[in-house]
């Protein structure tokens, strides 16, 4: 009885996995049937994937050779960027190029089954690599600007390496050990993929899902827009800050500049009183000869210091324009000493 049975379930448990297998290829009726392409169309695609391919190779690579290049680039933020234009590269590399091939071969893939683990945990691996690399960079920028002063003890060397330490190494957790080991998928994709490998599609289950996208995109997301957010608000501080010490600036200076004036008009008008002349007081009668000598020496003593004044004005405002400054400044003090003492022995005589 039991023996007349067997034949009938494993009959039976054949039919489920035929029928199993049939609904995933149904599902997978684009991917594996081969339509007709336009061949103009196909060129086009591909000459646009090659022009991307190359741009992102030739980019990332002398970002990495002026770098390495010029020895004033070489400091500890620039080690980001280096590994950040290195993960980058290896994706145009390893990620788009077999993506190329299979858009351009009308959703065939061509290179096994091996070949396809290994191809989606590299898009993964380095892809998950790249973004980590951009958390990294604005953590260093948050330091760098919000908190200037702590930034050389905090991003040392040793903070740095481990920084990129675990960019590389947490995208392997999410890539190649998942994906090798079967958990990424369900069992009928697994069964699925065995029965066609000229398909490579990458179809995940729940878990995997919810793990991958929290450690590639969720968290390091949310680290950046707070990073940046804080970045943006200790900015606008800083230039309220500077607009803030310009004014002030700019009217301390308006008032010096008040005050400086001021002073000057108020020396000139004494000076202009304290220039007397013997004439003066002609409406009060003659003046003695004393009045008229001390008159005189005053006047005298005005004009050397207004020479003198006028002279240091000059020389400021003359150095920076001739190249014979000096000889003209001696031939102007020399008549203007010439001019005083002439005015004083008429004055006495």
């Known amino acids: 009885m039991e023996t007349g049975d067997e034949p009938a379930v494993a009959e039976h448990e054949a039919n489920r996995s035929a029928t199993r ?10 991917l594996v049937v081969v339509e007709p392409r336009n061949v103009a169309l196909t060129a086009l695609k591909g000459a646009v994937m090659v022009g991307i391919i190359v741009t992102a190779l030739l980019g ?5 050779a002026s770098v390495r290049r010029h020895r004033k680039l070489r400091v500890p933020t620039n080690r980001y960027v280096v590994s950040l234009a290195a993960a980058d590269f290896l994706v145009a590399v390893c990620a788009m190029t077999f993506n190329a091939s299979v ?10 089954a091996i070949m396809c683990d290994l191809w989606n945990s590299l898009d993964v691996y380095f892809s998950t690599a790249s973004i980590l690399h951009l958390c ?25 390496s481990a920084m990129l330490a675990s960019a590389w190494c947490l995208p392997a957790l999410i890539s190649f050990i998942p994906i090798f080991m ?3 998928t369900t069992q009928r994709q697994l069964d699925f993929l065995k029965e066609h490998p000229q398909v490579c599609a990458f179809v995940v289950n729940r878990p995997y899902a919810i793990m991958s996208s929290l450690v590639s995109f969720w968290i390091p997301g949310v680290v950046m827009i707070i990073m940046y957010c804080k970045i943006y608000k200790e900015a606008v501080r800083q230039r309220a800050a500077l607009s803030r010490a310009s004014s002030s600036t700019v009217l301390s200076s308006a ?3 008040r005050r400086a004036s001021g002073g000057s008009r108020h020396h000139s008008r004494t000076s202009h009183q304290l220039l007397l002349h013997p004439s003066d ?13 001390s008159a005189a020496e005053l006047n005298v003593e005005n004009a050397c210091f207004h020479s003198s004044s006028f002279s240091r004005q000059f020389e400021k405002a003359i150095l920076p324009q001739h190249e014979n400054v000096e000889k003209e400044i001696i031939i102007l003090r020399n008549c203007l000493i010439f001019n005083i003492l002439h005015l004083r022995n008429l004055m006495v005589n």
């Open 21 to 30: 297998l049939g609904e995933v290829a149904s599902d997978y009726e684009l």
């Open 60 to 64: 990332n690579a002398l970002v990495i």
């Open 103 to 112: 858009e351009l071969s009308g959703g065939r893939w061509l290179f096994g």
């Open 136 to 160: 990294c960079i604005s953590v260093d920028r948050y330091y760098a600007i919000v908190r200037p002063l702590e930034y050389p003890a905090i991003m040392r060397t040793v903070t740095v």
């Open 182 to 184: 079967g958990w990424y």
């Open 255 to 257: 008032v010096h500049a």
């Open 281 to 293: 007081a002609s409406d009060y009668g003659r003046p003695p000869l004393s009045y008229r000598a």
